[in-house]
């Protein structure tokens, strides 16, 4: 596919301003919208659809090389009705805000989903995001509960911006793969979760319990959401007060602590595993 000169040659054009200002919270927010940079980001946008059936993906900005090589891409926005418009390294740079851009970059409307339709659906392995404000943490977070097949993510009202450019970057394009609800009181999140018969259990390196332990007695097998919290302090107290269980990641070797993402990882894989193994897989406990 062949293309011509770039058509956005200022950074000064109004559609370049307009995206741009998306790098902003408080702009995100009014105009619901957000940026999705880079071409996993940008392929998952132009399949994804709303719950209505409206397309995500509003418009693409792409330089002619990347236009070129993501002919699909291109191809797939166009199809959702996007707006494709060709544009100059530097204005792809103003746009983006990574150091190496990668030529792509969409303009999405926000795709979070209303908490009680997440209870509706009767999730059996849930993320709940609890004051975690590293952007680049909750995007890896996300990206871990995608790939373990939670049903569910829920971010805390004291939880960072899902849309935060490094969040959107860090999910590697699982923001359009699984319902995510935002701005949910933690209390809220938790009694609803209970009512609806989920094990809510906190994640947390003080916990008076260990993965081991719970994965041994099988209790790992139960529909469960897991809280995670801030990078730096973890779990306010009166958080893992409101959970059935804390529970602590053991660490057999000599390293001081594990991350909040590969915590995380480790959690969720833990009960993908269990649950599957109490639908009839090799049992995961000891004989």
Known sequence: MAFVSPELIS???????????????????????????GPQAAREAAGHRG??????LVELFAT???????????????EAGARVHLASEEVIA???TTVTPQGLVGVCRFLDTPFAEIMAARPRLVAVLAHVRDPGNAGTVLRCADAAGAEAVILTDASVDLYNPKAVRASVGSHFHLPVAVGVPVEQAVRELKDAGVRVVAADGAGDRDLDEELDEGTMGCPTAWVFGNEAWGLPEETRALADAVV???IHGRAESLNLATAA???LYASARA?????????????
Do not use: H, M, W
């Open 248 to 250: 602590r990641v053991p």
């Open 11 to 37: 950074s000064r054009s109004a559609r370049v301003v307009a995206a741009r200002r998306l790098a902003k919270r408080n702009f995100r927010g009014k105009e619901r919208l957000f940026l999705a940079e």
């Open 265 to 267: 990882a480790v959690c």
């Open 51 to 56: 719950a209505d059936g409206t397309a995500t």
């Open 94 to 96: 103003d746009i983006s």
């Open 275 to 287: 649950q599957r193994a109490a639908q009839g897989c090799r049992s995961v406990t000891r004989s």
């Open 64 to 78: 002619v090389e990347a236009a070129e090589r993501y002919a699909d891409i291109v191809g797939a926005a166009r």
